[in-house]
């Protein structure tokens, strides 16, 4: 919307005649630079109604009465159209054109006034005109005019002349043109509207300001208001004609039309004030919006409390831009609130800002909780750092305990075996692998019950009641080979069981020990048994030989006895081992469980 504005307020700068816009009511709308430069007015001239533009014009000796008489009839009929030489200085003169500016519906929006200077008459070195001179003076004057002048044949419409600004106008040079119409050229977009201009130039002999389509050689059209007159030339009929592009004009108007419609289907309130604080415009969204708000149609409300900066700035045509926050019933507005110093108003541009106002205060609001959340994260994440560094550590302590561990299993008939806490195995070491046809960390990441399918039911529950927290001891057999198991939970720092270690104690060879050591000590049992009945049997045969010496071989007796003796003292001896043994039986008793009886005979 800048943008159409540059447009519509500083365009008309690049006409080269004098353009000034006014309202209905002949407020100043804009003027451009050619019209300040023709009436010698300073750049920084500003005025408010076509009143005070005549009242500063008297001012500085222009002739202001044609004016005045202009404007009575202005006001006598709105649509009245006309033009007059206006006198600006002694030796100065201007053309002034007024005529009113149409919507689409044919009313009257506004009017536009356009001048340009006469130029000077050509005079002699004696500062009068010689009849002599008329023809270079006409000539002069008829291509000094910067409109495409054409004198054509009022009854066939050939070009009889045309000045040099013809050419620039309309593209074709004197040579093409002369000699033909300007149907032949096809300068008329509607032909009907030549022929209306025809029919008023034979019945009044004059049109002003006609509004026609034509269009030159490059077959662009051009609005054009059309003056023109009736003259003889050598007794014939012609007419003069001076086009006055409008083209750009009415885009001008075009957009000026778009942008009021731009305001007035805005659908947010836009408005005017003036000085005093007073609303000059604004558009039906305006009211709307306030009587949604309030059941009102009080616009006032929209009008900041504070307008002693906005009115100082509107007073001293100070042009700025500021925005407010205004806050209606239970809706917050920003207002956008620009001071034009070319019109000394206040444009003010309201948007309701309610939902994002409570959507900054909700961000604000979780922006508080994520700054919260970032304490607590940050507070954790510092835990889990410290945390982490005990478990590099302990890591670190359970990397060598089970280095030192794997280096005494791989020196003891057995192996170590971790799990998870689903029983799938994670380590498997030792020297005891071999024996049962295992690699090392053979079946990582598989179950243990599909590792070790044939183990004895005990030692997998061993592992399973480890990863409930208990430790046990258990003996089991696998491939034809007895093992000792200690099973125990694995924990975390926490305290959180992990899974399970076992190490199992491969005993093949040692039960095979002890079953040969009970086998001997059983022997060694039954020998001591043996030899204590073995005693009695001695002892009683040698009672019978002394008896029966004594009673029939006296004579021998004493060989006899003396042999039996020597026997009896080799029994005493063995009796005295016998009690060595009974010693030995009863440590044997009470250390390894073997049980014997003995019977002593005495002779």
């Given amino acids: 919307m800048s943008e159409q504005n540059n447009i519509f307020f500083f365009g008309y700068d690049a006409f080269t005649e004098g353009i000034l816009i006014t309202d209905n009511t002949l407020t100043l709308l804009s003027c451009n630079t050619a019209w300040k430069r023709l009436f010698d007015l300073p750049e920084e001239w500003t005025a ?49 054109t007024s005529r009113p500016i149409r919507d689409t519906h044919n009313e009257s929006i506004g009017r536009v006034w356009m001048c340009e200077e006469i130029p000077d008459v050509l005079t002699s070195g004696d500062g009068l005109t010689h009849p002599n001179q008329s023809d270079l003076m006409f000539k002069t004057i008829f291509n000094l005019i910067p409109e495409g002048i054409a004198i054509s044949d009022l009854t066939n419409g050939t070009f009889y002349e045309v000045n040099d600004h013809f050419s620039q106008w309309w593209g074709y040079t004197r040579e093409e043109v002369i000699g033909k119409s300007a149907i032949d050229l096809d300068f008329w977009v509607d032909i009907q509207q030549r022929d209306e201009i025809v029919r008023l130039l034979k019945k009044d002999g004059f049109c002003k300001q006609v509004p026609v389509k034509m269009r030159g050689k490059d ?17 014939s009929p012609y007419m003069l004609t001076i086009p006055f592009d409008v083209t750009e004009l009415m885009q001008y108007e075009e957009k000026v039309r778009s942008l009021a419609s731009f305001i007035e289907l805005n659908p947010n309130p836009v408005f005017e004030i003036n000085a005093s604080g007073t609303i000059t415009m ?4 305006t009211v709307r919006v306030i009587r949604d708000l309030t059941g009102t149609g009080d616009i006032y409300r929209f009008i900041p409390d504070d307008l002693s900066e906005i009115v100082q700035a509107i007073q001293k045509g100070i042009e700025r831009t500021c925005t407010l926050e205004i806050v209606v019933e239970d809706r917050t507005f920003i207002e956008y609130i620009h001071v034009t110093n070319q019109y000394h108003t206040a444009r003010i541009y309201l948007t309701d800002i309610t939902e994002r106002k409570r959507a900054e205060h909700e961000l604000l609001k979780r922006n508080d909780d994520i700054a919260a959340a970032y304490e607590e994260i940050a507070t954790a994440e510092e835990e889990l750092r410290q945390n982490y560094d005990r478990l590099v550590e302990q890591e670190q302590i359970l990397f060598e305990s089970e280095k030192k561990l794997r280096m005494i299993v791989d020196h003891i008939p057995g192996l170590v075996l971790t799990t998870d806490t689903e029983l799938n195995v994670k380590s498997i070491f030792g020297a005891a692998l071999e024996k049962i046809g295992l690699r090392p960390n053979t079946g990582v990441g598989h179950s243990i019950r599909d590792l070790f399918s044939s183990v004895d039911a ?28 200690y099973a125990s939970p694995i924990v975390d720092l926490s305290d959180t069981i992990t899974g399970s270690i076992g190490v199992a104690i491969d005993i093949t060879e040692q039960k095979k020990l002890e079953q040969e050591r009970r086998d001997l000590l059983t022997q060694l049992e039954k020998n001591l048994v043996e030899l204590a009945f073995l005693n009695d049997k001695i002892r009683n045969p040698l009672t019978v030989i002394a008896t029966l010496v004594d009673m029939h071989a006296p004579d021998i007796e004493e060989p006899v006895s003396r042999c039996v003796k020597d026997i009896d003292d080799i029994i ?15 440590f044997l008793q009470k250390h390894y469980g073997v049980r014997a009886e003995f019977r002593k005979y005495n002779i």
């Fill in 282 to 285: 604004h558009n039906e969204a």
């Fill in 48 to 96: 408010h109604t076509i009143d005070e533009l005549i009242r500063v014009l008297s001012d500085r000796g222009v002739e202001t009465d044609p004016i005045c008489g202009i404007l009575a009839a202005i006001r006598a009929d709105p649509f009245w159209s006309g033009c007059l030489d206006l006198t600006v200085s002694v030796q100065r003169t201007v053309h002034l």
């Fill in 572 to 586: 005493d001896n063995l009796d005295k081992r016998w009690i060595e043994s009974e010693k030995t039986i009863n």
């Fill in 458 to 485: 005990g030692m997998l529950d061993a592992h399973k009641q480890a990863l409930q927290g208990a430790t046990s001891t258990i003996e089991g057999y696998y491939h034809d080979r007895s093992f000792l198991l």
């Fill in 219 to 235: 077959k662009k059209v051009r609005d054009i208001l059309l003056s023109g007159k009736t003259i003889t030339i050598d007794g």
